[in-house]
């Protein structure tokens, strides 16, 4: 007999199944496992034992518990993998919720319906204090964690399957588009045109580059007489305030991007001014310095960015337009002025096409409709309201 199932209590069976013998004990290891439901629950477990035997995916039972082999994936996979600020994220929603909510379950006893139960006590109530619950987007990024830590214990053998693959998040809505078009950031640029950081506003509106792009560039990153910045890397600030660099996460993030007459200009000022206040201390501008930093030559804090920005913008009357708006405000008029999205897609660094698209297409006004017009011009070889004026 491989396995059978024994009744332990009301609502409670156990699940007994025999291994293949093993030479070096002379025995038939067996797996005990508690089962909560009915006979029909029990016996499905069983079932799905034996074939996990047959087909050799069977995990042996482990003591580790969840919150013990996160702490173990964030040491060995996050932090040696992904960059330094995704890593401290990761950190933060799994030591501050993932292991108070889940950390004590047997890694290998986790089931799809304790985590349906988390998300939604995570909704109710967020923090395990019983206060504030928590945004669907925001659960749905616990979910995500969860997700990608335990697919590497299935890639480590720790897990047969990953049990989030049975569970459906709580469904997030698109944040509603902040209001921050052309005249704004016109607004802006003139409310901010004495502030030390306006050439780092100007490129963010003209460029369409994240914020940890500009300020990891150097001089010898941009091209002047060709027009051309090249991304290569990027600037972090780590919550402890330490300053880091790294290469863009994706090979899409590592691109040229043209830049315009008006862009160009207010770099050569900006070089200008760093070349004066480095000779006044006796120093020579190096191409291998940052192109925006302090005074002193220390690296510009990102933080301090997005403060003068949100400083300036409450000033011009819009307080909930955010420094990355400026991005969004790039892509939306490029795909106005008709630009391909594929363009839009390499300028702005997206690893995939269908992520510039499925994030812009629906603040591009007027997109459908030109597409309708352009459609009848092509149908009928004249523009589509001077054929309608001659059917009618």
Not at 101 to 116: D, M
Not at 133 to 145: C, E, K
Not at 227 to 253: C, D, F, M, W
Request: hydrophobic share 35%.
């Amino acid at each position: 007999m491989r396995g059978h199932i024994r009744k332990r209590g009301k609502d409670t069976y156990t699940v007994v199944i025999s291994m293949p013998f093993d030479p070096q004990t002379g025995r038939y290891p067996q797996i005990w496992e508690t089962v909560k439901g009915g006979k029909r629950e029990a016996e499905k477990r069983l079932s799905e034992l034996q074939h996990q035997i047959d087909t050799g995916t069977l995990v042996k039972p482990s003591k580790t518990t969840l919150g013990e082999f996160l702490e173990r994936w964030l040491t060995d996979y996050a932090a040696p993998n992904v960059g330094p600020r995704t890593a401290e994220g990761y950190a933060t929603i799994i030591r501050q919720h993932l292991i108070p909510g889940l950390g004590t379950h047997a890694l290998v006893q986790l089931r799809p319906e304790r985590i349906q139960k988390y998300y939604a006590d995570m909704l109710d109530h967020g923090r395990h204090d019983g206060t504030g619950g928590l945004s669907p987007r925001t659960v749905r990024h616990h979910a995500m964690v969860l997700h990608k830590a335990l697919d590497t214990a299935v890639t480590w053998g720790l897990l047969a399957r990953n049990p989030v693959d049975a569970v459906k998040p709580p469904r997030a809505q698109r944040p509603e588009w902040r209001p921050f078009d052309e005249h704004d950031a016109r607004s802006l640029l003139d409310a901010a045109r004495h502030s030390p950081l306006y050439p780092v506003f100007f490129m963010a509106i003209a460029t369409g580059m994240r914020r940890s792009e500009i300020l990891g560039l150097r001089w010898c990153d941009l091209d002047m007489n060709r027009a051309q910045a090249y991304v290569n890397r990027s600037l972090h600030q780590l919550h402890g305030g330490e300053i880091v660099v790294r290469a863009p996460k994706t090979a899409r993030g590592r691109r040229m991007v043209a830049l315009s007459p008006a862009v160009v200009e207010v770099l050569r000022r900006h070089r200008a001014r760093r070349e004066a206040e480095k000779a006044m201390c006796g120093y020579t501008l190096s191409d291998e310095e940052l192109v925006f930093t302090c005074v002193d030559g220390s690296p510009v804090r990102p933080d301090n960015v997005t403060k003068t920005w949100s400083k300036y913008a409450r000033k011009c009357g819009f307080p909930g337009v955010r420094l990355h708006d400026a991005r969004h405000l790039h892509a939306s008029l490029l795909l106005k002025q008709g630009v391909h999205p594929a363009v839009v897609q390499s300028r702005l660094g997206h690893a995939s096409i269908a992520t510039t698209i499925d994030l812009y297409s629906h603040v591009a006004p007027g997109l459908q409709e030109a597409a309708a017009r352009r459609f009848d011009e092509l149908l009928s070889g004249e523009p589509a309201h001077e054929r309608a004026a001659a059917d009618y």
